[in-house]
């Protein structure tokens, strides 16, 4: 018998909740005793997550515990950081923001949204109040250096920004994967929890899983097939891919025909764009690229996916829009194991508050660069901010986000930001951005809040519907984010002569959005046997609800004029004559990012459990590039760009393709001023300090992170 638990000691207790560490929102299972946390599990009854949970959730608890976690406001002096209360703190913050808009107009306030954000609906219910009291056009996210050519195609072809096409990876037969690691992400732009078992189960059906990837991913090693590719020749592969498909006779858009416009054009326009021609460009051979358009064309159900290793680079407008193209010209779309779009029980496409984008209404100051959805590319942020004249930017808000770590020449982004009038951050962290701030407001921990995901439903595998209560109360002097942001938007609006605005909570948005999403009393077909979805119905059902698997939704689920999908668009086919007359990418290292199963952005550095063990942020080398050099195996060695100079040590790396060089983002921690004791003790160096501002894509503005020109030299 076990020992009786003294009377002192709080019940254990089982709480249902959700990991917002990633896109892949794992439904989990805490045990916890009082306020200690005794074991996190994956939600074995999450109809999406089916159990599995990776390493970093068990970090959760490191977060929530981590002394270095702010949880009171904290404000610069002359004598150092030092606590104020919240009252002081959101007087201060309006009546600063408030005095240079006022002085200079609402240009004057950069606006920058960072990761997590995205991941805590509280922020995303209550941050565009606060943008709108700003009534600023500095508006910047991570967005423009990550998906935005995803989102601008999404826009273009769909009308809808957040209208993009998913894999059906539960039932298609040939997934044809470009610079994704799903392996280590478990999905993005693709929420795809327990990625290894539903390969395994491709397998198993007899379908097959080809990726083409620089570096030999964890993704390539489960893959049938793996093709090293030269970063930034995706976009030459994808076309010459379209290219042999009209050439050949093999599209079949079958019933997708009746929305099709402009294929004729799109014939044209990759007709240059054969074999031959993209073999010196990817480094894979012609009669390769020609068999695997033809195999894409031919498999029972097919879907093309690529994410941010083809976003970031120089096409990477070009490389998701031919992705579209050819689930679209083959047949591979609105249909069972294609690219499907998502029947999200709160439904952001088809809300009262739905946003479908726009492109190009304004350019930024300096360099002339276009906005998408009312956010301009971030590589621009610094010099918007470094040059002097009417708009500069003079005072800064950031909301979650390391952008000194996670934007293009972050060395420079860091002098902008020292010579700012005034920065607000909210902010966990004392981190390589928020160290610049006058005033952090630090928002309570994921434990603390309830949480529905607003965004990644709309981009599952499977439609489900989660809400989760609190594991926690929160503490009685913490504020929630969404409290923050209200607060400063009320105080702001005050201050500026406008009327404050009082929205109603993230639960009651959550729960009128479901009721009149596709699923509640309003929508739901009477013969329906799951009962109408509400936040009390969810709150009734803590493992979430099944909503079964994707289904056909066109023409109705478009948004674009006339639901029409028109593919000749202008900007990119002139980007895609472009591509076709440029010589030949020359010769020398190019450096490209990845992804760590153990990673995901900076601000996971700081959990000891998540950095221990063997370093991960070396840069990787094929050995024959480090015997070309006369470098040694895990000797330093600087690596130069246009924009700076590194020092990192070397790893030699069969992954690696010959003439490709990695290195990990979101490091770098041994800036001063930060208060990150793990991070700090396995800082690691910032690619971030090698990455260029002006290398972009030229359609969107979005960074060109990858396939930069590199040296490597000696330390
Ligand atoms: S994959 Fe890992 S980090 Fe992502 S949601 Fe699941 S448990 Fe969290």
Redesign the pocket.
Known sequence: MSEPRPASEPEVRTHYGA????????G?EFKVQGRKILSIR?DEADPL?RG???P??VALRDLYEDPDRLRKPLRRTESGWQEMDWDAAFELVAERLAGIIKAHGGNAVGAYLGNPSVHNYGHLTHAPALLRQLQTRNRYSATSVDQLPSQLMSYWLYGHQLLLAIPDLDRTQYFFVLGANPMAS?GSLMTV?DFRNRVKALHARGGRMVVIDPRRSETAEVADEHHFIRPGGDAWLLLAMLQVIFAERLEKPGRLAEWLDGLDEVRAAVAPFTPERAAPQTGIAAEDIRRLAREFAAAEAAVCYGRMGVSVQAFGSVCQWAIQLLNLVTGNFDRAGGAMFTSPALDLIDSPASRPGHFGKWQSRVSGLPEFGGELPVAVLAEEILTPGEGQIRAMVTMAGNPILSTPNGAQLDRAFAQLEFMVSLDIYLNETTRHADVILPPTSALEHDHYDLIFHHFAVRNSARYNQPLFEKPADARHDWEILSEVGQRLATKLGNKPQNGPRPDQVVDFGLQSGPYGAARRSPDSSMPPLSLKTLKEHPHGIDLGPLQPSLPGRLRSEGQRIRCAVPLVLADIERLAALPETAAGLRLIGRRHVRS?NSWMHNSERLVKGKPRHQLLMHPADLAARGLADGAPVRVRSRVGEITVEVQSSVEMMPGVVSLPHGWGHAREGVRLGVAQAHAGVSVNDLTDERELDAVSGNAALNGLAVEVLAA
């Open positions: 990991c917002n560490l990633c896109e892949a929102i794992c989990l994956g997550s599995h949970i990776c970093k959730a478990n929890p995901n």
